[in-house]
């Protein structure tokens, strides 16, 4: 009956004993294990029937537990009493902040703060798009500026306008219809060029074109004709001969010739200024045709001409 007494009071012991490592702030280290060892009052006294001494493992802390201690003088729990929150480091669109809060016991407790994200901007043309050719913009972060997309700005393609058609005359060539872009002024339908028609007439003896009403004289003889004044040329400019052309159709019987122009001929020289004993003077020599100046030259000082200054005597007075 002392036995079992006894095995019941160390088994109440050790149940005490955990309850009291349960309530502290920290739990225990489990590195290494501390025996906890109760002898009966038996092994003081030998006894035939040998009772071997109970051995139980409690986790080891850096604070030797207590054992002595009932739970009725046990210390309270710490309960941690935090601050407010501190921004430490702040948070960006793409990298996360931390912030920290702290209990009067130093305990600090810290917390991420999740990255912003890009928030969406103003686009940014980067290169404008032509009729045949794509463009480029990109759109950045309304927040850091960061680029954070990037896209084509579809070509717009050319913008059609209809070159009209000009139809052939009798002396003047046509043009077929064509297309070019009025944006870029590129060509799409490059227009060609249409033979003028010529006129038409009945017979070698029709005098008048069945389409432009333009009157010939068959056969034409150029019986009457019309002078083409021509004009003389000059020093610097060239001139022309007489023609002679067709009163009636009026076709060029006689050509003008054009006349070189034959140059300056030396005239006479005009003296501008006097050359004086010792500065030199001026002159210009002028075209016997055309008067124009030709030439400008100096005329050089000519120097001092010496004359004596006869002595006079002194006489006494």
Known sequence: MKKLLLVCLVLLAFSLF??????????????????????????????????????TTA?????????????????????????????????TCTVDGEQERICACGEKETQSIHATDHTDGEWITDADASCTKDGSKHQVCATCNET?????I?????????????APTCTVAGLTEGKHCSVCHEILVEQTAVDALGHSYDDKYDDTCNECGF????????????????????????????????????????????????????????????ASCTKDGSK????????????NEAIPAFGHTEVIDIAVAPTCT
């Open 59 to 91: 986790p080891y802390s850096s604070k030797p537990p207590e054992t002595s201690k009932t739970p009725e003088s046990s210390e309270a729990p710490h309960i941690h009493a935090f601050g407010e929150w501190t921004i430490t480091k702040d948070a």
């Open 284 to 295: 210009h020599q002028v075209c016997a045709t055309c008067n124009e100046t030709i030439k």
């Open 215 to 274: 009157v010939r004289e068959a056969e034409c003889a150029h019986k009457t004709t019309t002078a083409m004044m021509g004009n003389a040329a000059t020093c610097t400019e060239t001139g022309l001969t007489d023609g002679v052309k067709c009163a009636k159709c009026g076709e060029i019987l006689v050509a003008q010739q054009t006349i070189p122009a034959f140059g300056h001929t030396d005239g006479e020289w005009i003296t501008d200024a006097d």
């Open 148 to 152: 954070i997309k990037n896209e084509a």
């Open 18 to 55: 955990c309850t009291a490592c349960e309530g502290a702030t920290e739990p225990f280290e489990t590195t290494d294990a501390v025996k906890v060892t109760t002898t009966s009052a038996a092994t003081e006294a030998p006894n035939t029937s040998d009772v071997s001494a109970t051995t």
């Open 154 to 166: 579809p070509a717009f393609g050319h913008t059609e306008v209809i070159d009209i058609a000009v």
